[in-house]
């Protein structure tokens, strides 16, 4: 295993260390780990442990890391590690995220080795950071990105958002799109649900990211303990039309049962129940992870065109000019895309890690 000193921590009296990467502030003691399970306290020194072990990588079609308005029917290579800074009960990748003894089974792969398979795969823009938490594999994520970034192709972050501002703004220069995952509508869900946790500071990284001109879209997974927070939801839909952007794309995604939560699958009418509460306030509402249909489409809010056709296993670009606007009202929809005529591309199934 590959020890790598950490970015982003003080040391302290007696060897501790206190770890500023996210909004957790972990105190160490020698040899104790933070609350990701990854960040370890040497002697008096904070490193990572998993620094460069692959735990999953294939190539997915973009819009699997939900990201409709990027590059929409492009391809990606994904890669994560193990490890979160997290603890969610409902966690969809639970095998990854709150998995910190099986790092033996990791690829090892070197940030230059990361870009030169990003390069290799037939129309891939680049790399996605996601499967767990890529705050938590921080030293990795910022080499490779700075590396993919000099050679041309895109990087993307797919977050929880619990990182602190520092560590943030000292990557976003080289991240193209972020992809935030909101957990909970309220501090108390995070503080009673997601260990002790915050929603602000995930507010912030969104208010952030915007600020930057940075590429945003947001994820809200529906949990069973969401259905009954009508209220709370509505509140942050408000939030991002009136403090953010109404255009900014919200997900909302669906809840599958778990290791941990043995709870049916949120049905598709508490879904579409959640979509118009927002689509009151919000342009562009997708439901996802769920099975493509025509709520999975871009349509412009304006003239109600279909811009992408989202409804089958292909992609399809119907409605968009080259400079992404609509082409029946002329009403900017996207600003990164690579139009073709009548464009389509097939999703790709993970080639390495299947989640």
């Known amino acids: 295993m590959e020890y790598r000193e950490a970015l982003f921590y003080n040391q302290l009296q007696n060897k501790e260390v206190e770890c500023i990467l996210c909004p957790h502030n972990c105190k160490l003691k020698t040899n104790e780990k933070g609350k990701c399970g990854v960040r370890k306290n040497i002697e ?3 490193f990572s442990e998993c620094y460069g072990n692959i735990a999953a990588l294939g190539v997915d079609n973009i819009e699997s890391r939900s990201l409709y308005h990027f590059y929409p029917g492009s391809n990606v290579m994904a890669i994560g590690t193990n490890g979160c800074n997290l603890r969610c009960s409902f966690c969809q990748n639970q095998h990854l995220s709150q998995n910190t003894n099986q790092i033996f089974y990791s690829r090892k792969l070197t ?5 030169e398979l990003a390069l290799r795969h037939v129309k891939n823009i680049g790399v996605a950071f996601t499967y767990n938490e890529p705050t938590i594999f921080y030293e990795f994520l910022k080499e490779s990105a700075q590396i993919i970034h000099d050679k041309g192709l895109k990087n993307v972050m797919i977050t929880n958002g619990f990182i602190n501002s520092d560590p943030l703004l000292d ?3 080289t991240i193209d799109a972020f992809c935030v995952s909101i957990k909970g509508f309220s501090d108390q869900f995070y503080q009673n649900e997601i260990n002790e946790s915050q929603l602000q500071p995930v507010l912030d990284t969104i208010k952030r990211i915007y600020e930057s001109g940075k590429h945003l879209e947001v994820i809200v997974l529906l949990t069973p303990k969401s259905y009954d ?6 509140k942050l839909v408000d939030w991002i039309a009136d403090e953010i952007n109404a255009d900014i794309p919200l997900h909302i995604h669906r809840f599958y049962p778990n290791l941990l939560v043995d709870s049916a699958p949120t049905s598709l009418e508490i879904l579409e ?3 118009q509460l927002a689509i009151e306030r919000l342009n562009f509402v997708y439901l ?6 025509e709520r ?3 349509v412009c809010p304006d003239c109600m065109q279909l811009n992408v056709d989202r409804s089958n ?3 399809r670009i119907t409605g968009l000019t080259e400079d992404g606007k609509c082409s029946n009202c002329n009403r900017k929809i996207m600003k990164n895309l690579e139009v073709e005529e009548e464009s389509e591309n097939r999703f790709h199934q993970s080639s390495y890690g299947e989640h």
């Open 273 to 275: 129940e959640f979509r």
């Open 288 to 293: 996802s992870n769920i099975e493509k249909t």
């Open 171 to 173: 990557i976003i220069d």
């Open 229 to 234: 927070k009508k209220e709370e939801f509505v």
């Open 296 to 298: 999975s489409n871009t």
């Open 313 to 315: 296993e292909y992609t």
């Open 44 to 46: 008096g020194k904070l």
């Open 111 to 115: 940030p230059d080795e990361i870009s």
